[in-house]
């Protein structure tokens, strides 16, 4: 892992990840879903074309959705998990409904997905990962999936996106991204049997990999008052999202993005300084960014002395010219000037 201009140790962890394609993913869940639930059944090339409701003024009732070949199918419950193409707001709209407000940043990213065989002897890092800096506007991860593959992802911000890129999209082999807002439908009164989660309630940078971890926490709060609940297991990785995307000078926002993400970027570029030299402080981390942790864990007593140390007083005394040589791995410098395209 490179990240703020500096390599990051490798140590052990026990946070562990499940790298695959979507495509795999997918049919692993829908396999899982068909074969532990009965009673399940499971409809493709049936798309949506609204939802009908029953009542009148703010309090309607949810019945059923309309397909577009004409077909209603009655329900007392529609999940809708169609993604950043979810049209729920406009057909709450539509029917008379308070739709919920919009919150968006976009930081301008771009990127393109190729794959590559592994070879049978790799003995390398098991994978990598080059972040994207105001500094530095492009980024790469490298992932092993299966069918013993690579998949190799470059990305660009604030418009500055690889020509390969741009190439790929051509010939339908890259997913360039657009951002689309969160819906903050926890503002609204949801009319009862609606309940909308994942990309269509919030689509965060996919950079960051928060959106499946997001979807199973939400779907846990299925049990309990869910756009309330879903709205407090989002706040944590939009906050995470937001302050990344929005320090892009180039980054649009329809809204006023908390002061409080761009006061906290120095102290995560100062946490990044300790995370990558110790392994306890990278792995709690790691624990952060896969929601295992709340974010306060990053301003435990252990994570606040530890970034003092390698952050502050390390440099610090490497600077002192009688005892700088006893304390070596000095950080490399931040560069002043953007890299060039």
Not at 62 to 71: A, D, I, M, R
Request: hydrophobic fraction near 45%; include cysteine.
């Amino acid at each position: 892992m490179y990240d703020y201009q500096r390599d990051f140790r490798r140590g052990e962890s026990e946070v562990r990840g499940v790298l695959g394609t979507r495509a795999l993913i997918e049919q692993t869940v829908r396999s899982m879903l068909l074969e532990q639930e009965r009673g399940v059944q499971l409809r493709s090339a049936a798309p949506v074309a609204g939802l009908l409701f029953e009542g009148g003024g703010g309090s309607k009732q949810l019945t059923g959705v309309k397909l577009k070949g004409g077909e209603v199918l009655a329900t007392d419950l529609v999940v809708d998990a169609s993604g950043r193409s979810s049209q729920t707001a406009d057909w709450m709209a539509a029917a008379g409904l308070q739709p919920p407000p919009k919150l968006m940043v976009d930081a301008k990213l771009g990127y393109a997905t190729r794959f590559y065989e592994r070879p049978a002897d790799y003995s390398g890092p098991p994978a990598a990962l080059v972040g994207g800096r105001p500094m530095f506007t492009r980024g790469a991860v490298l992932i092993p999936v299966e069918g013993n593959s690579w998949q190799l992802i470059l990305g660009g911000y604030a418009g500055d996106h690889h020509a390969a890129g741009r190439q790929a999209a051509q010939r339908h082999q890259s997913l360039p991204w657009h951002q689309e807002p969160g819906r903050c439908y926890d503002k609204v009164d949801m009319p009862e049997g609606l309940v909308v989660m994942g990309d269509a309630h919030a689509a965060f940078n996919p950079i960051y990999g928060q959106g499946i971890t997001t979807d199973v926490l939400q779907s846990e709060a299925l049990k309990e008052a869910f756009q309330k609940r879903a709205a407090a297991v989002v706040d944590t990785p939009w906050t995470l999202a937001i302050s990344e995307d929005s320090k892009w000078p180039i980054a649009e926002s329809n809204y006023e993005v908390p002061q409080t993400a761009a006061l906290l970027r120095p102290y995560f570029a100062a946490l990044a300084v300790a995370a990558s030299q110790d392994d306890a402080v990278f792995a709690e981390w790691a624990r952060v960014l896969h929601m295992l942790k709340p974010p306060t864990a990053f301003f435990s007593p252990f994570m606040l002395l530890k970034t003092l140390q390698y952050a502050v007083l390390l440099p610090f005394l490497r600077r002192l010219p009688l005892v700088g040589r006893l304390f070596p791995g000095a950080a490399p410098a931040v560069p002043a000037e953007p890299a060039s395209s």
